[in-house]
């Protein structure tokens, strides 16, 4: 346990300040000020755009060196490099491969007072957990593809034994931990891939398992990834822990947070053997920014996970507390009604902001 921590704190773009301010001012709110020392690092698109860095070096050395890092989001259009990419998802990319962030945990769970977009859903129906490759996939080959000729353009998919079963090993010590699927209450991984047509899924597929026999007691399945788009609206509650390829993972990630009521719903932790980079699931939001609007739950319950990472790593328990603290009231304030307009609500982002704090700052039980 150390006196305090330091988080790099990088806002980002679009709504990224928005959000990231919220959960800061939530942080605060639970453990008052002191035990976690912020300190603001540039990065993004707009830094792009007067710069024409999007990571300059200071910031990417005091995200490894810090603590933590939190970041809102990053990207606006029109912030695009020369081939056509753009330059605000360099942050993120750059400290995944370089902090070696391998595992992006993803939780989906519909809460109480939220609407899913699938009919006939209680709260707690969905529940599961989205555990993607963050290393090594699709985008392992981001500023590596070719164009030839302007003809024929070519991106290199990247497996490796070593990336595919320190991911899987996650994926089931998670499912360990969990209590198993909502539809049935079974600890389940489920490996979702394209190994019936490409030899690195089938690859990814035969090292699962493998790892999956050092599990006896947890139930091992595959899914088809096409499958998965449809098993995800069709049968949610059969999952329990998905684990998959770092751009199926991307992609399942927006599906699944349209099923607990949208972006705005989904954190993300993205963790490697000494760092963790706390974001939510969504992107810098540019149609609703600077309209104190946007949703910062997704973001709350992103900085929840940085504290119970941050506490399991260091033993403390402070952080573990105020952990579950946030959660709790994230979960109270849902169930009374306080909801943003993306929610089918009227609340701002302040005044979700304001609810949650005062809630953590009373012994009362949070009412509507
Ligand atoms: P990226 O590829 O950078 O992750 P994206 O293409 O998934 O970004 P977002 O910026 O996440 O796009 O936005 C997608 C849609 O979801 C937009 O209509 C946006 O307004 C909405 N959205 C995203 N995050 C939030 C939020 N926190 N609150 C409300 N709406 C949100």
Redesign the pocket.
Same mark, same amino acid.
């Given at each position: 346990m150390k006196d305090s921590y330091e988080i790099a704190v990088v806002h980002g773009d679009?709504?990224g300040p928005e959000?990231c301010g919220a959960a800061i001012e939530v942080l605060d709110a639970t453990l008052g000020t002191g035990i976690l020392r912020f300190i603001e690092y540039p990065a993004g698109a707009e830094h792009f755009l007067a710069t024409g860095e999007s990571l300059p070096e200071k910031t990417a050395q005091a995200c490894r060196a810090a603590d933590a890092i939190l970041h809102g989001?990053?990207?606006l259009p029109g912030a695009v490099h020369p081939d056509g990419t753009?330059a605000?998802?360099d942050f993120s990319l750059k400290l995944r491969f370089g902090l070696d962030l391998y595992a992006n945990i993803r939780p989906i769970r519909l809460y109480d007072g939220v609407e899913s977009a699938l009919v006939g859903i209680p709260a707690g129906g969905i529940d599961y957990v989205i555990v993607r490759e963050n290393s090594e996939g699709l985008y392992a080959a981001r500023g590596a593809g070719s164009v030839l000729r302007g003809d024929v353009a070519v991106d290199t998919l990247v497996q490796t034994r070593k990336g595919i079963e320190r991911i899987v090993r996650k994926a089931f010590e998670l499912a360990r931990l969990s209590d198993g699927a909502p539809a049935d209450g079974v600890r389940r991984v489920t490996c979702c891939d394209k190994a019936n047509v490409l030899r690195s899924y089938a690859f990814f597929r035969a090292v699962f398992d493998e790892v999956a026999k050092d599990y006896p007691e947890i139930e091992a399945e595959h899914v088809i990834v096409d499958a998965m788009t449809m098993y995800l609206v069709q049968r949610p509650g059969h999952f329990n822990i998905i684990v998959t390829e770092n751009m199926f993972g991307?992609i399942l990630s /927006?599906l699944a947070a349209a099923t607990i009521g949208?972006?705005?719903m989904a954190p993300s932790a993205e963790v490697g053997a000494d760092n963790g980079l706390f974001q939510?699931?969504?992107?810098?939001?540019?149609?609703?920014a600077g309209r104190g609007?946007?949703?910062?739950?997704?973001?709350v319950l992103s900085a929840a996970a940085m504290l119970d990472w941050l506490g399991r790593k260091h033993d403390d328990k402070r952080l573990l507390d105020a952990g579950g603290r946030i959660r709790r009231v994230t979960e109270g304030a849902l169930s009374a009604g306080c909801l943003?307009? /993306?929610l089918k609500g009227s609340a701002t982002t302040r005044e979700v902001t304001d609810f949650l704090c005062q809630a953590l700052a009373s012994k009362e039980p949070i009412t509507a």
């Amino acid at each position: 346990m150390k006196d305090s921590y330091e988080i790099a704190v990088v806002h980002g773009d679009g709504i990224g300040p928005e959000v990231c301010g919220a959960a800061i001012e939530v942080l605060d709110a639970t453990l008052g000020t002191g035990i976690l020392r912020f300190i603001e690092y540039p990065a993004g698109a707009e830094h792009f755009l007067a710069t024409g860095e999007s990571l300059p070096e200071k910031t990417a050395q005091a995200c490894r060196a810090a603590d933590a890092i939190l970041h809102g989001a990053a990207g606006l259009p029109g912030a695009v490099h020369p081939d056509g990419t753009e330059a605000g998802v360099d942050f993120s990319l750059k400290l995944r491969f370089g902090l070696d962030l391998y595992a992006n945990i993803r939780p989906i769970r519909l809460y109480d007072g939220v609407e899913s977009a699938l009919v006939g859903i209680p709260a707690g129906g969905i529940d599961y957990v989205i555990v993607r490759e963050n290393s090594e996939g699709l985008y392992a080959a981001r500023g590596a593809g070719s164009v030839l000729r302007g003809d024929v353009a070519v991106d290199t998919l990247v497996q490796t034994r070593k990336g595919i079963e320190r991911i899987v090993r996650k994926a089931f010590e998670l499912a360990r931990l969990s209590d198993g699927a909502p539809a049935d209450g079974v600890r389940r991984v489920t490996c979702c891939d394209k190994a019936n047509v490409l030899r690195s899924y089938a690859f990814f597929r035969a090292v699962f398992d493998e790892v999956a026999k050092d599990y006896p007691e947890i139930e091992a399945e595959h899914v088809i990834v096409d499958a998965m788009t449809m098993y995800l609206v069709q049968r949610p509650g059969h999952f329990n822990i998905i684990v998959t390829e770092n751009m199926f993972g991307d992609i399942l990630s /927006d599906l699944a947070a349209a099923t607990i009521g949208g972006l705005g719903m989904a954190p993300s932790a993205e963790v490697g053997a000494d760092n963790g980079l706390f974001q939510p699931s969504h992107g810098s939001a540019p149609d609703i920014a600077g309209r104190g609007i946007a949703n910062p739950y997704g973001m709350v319950l992103s900085a929840a996970a940085m504290l119970d990472w941050l506490g399991r790593k260091h033993d403390d328990k402070r952080l573990l507390d105020a952990g579950g603290r946030i959660r709790r009231v994230t979960e109270g304030a849902l169930s009374a009604g306080c909801l943003t307009t /993306d929610l089918k609500g009227s609340a701002t982002t302040r005044e979700v902001t304001d609810f949650l704090c005062q809630a953590l700052a009373s012994k009362e039980p949070i009412t509507a």
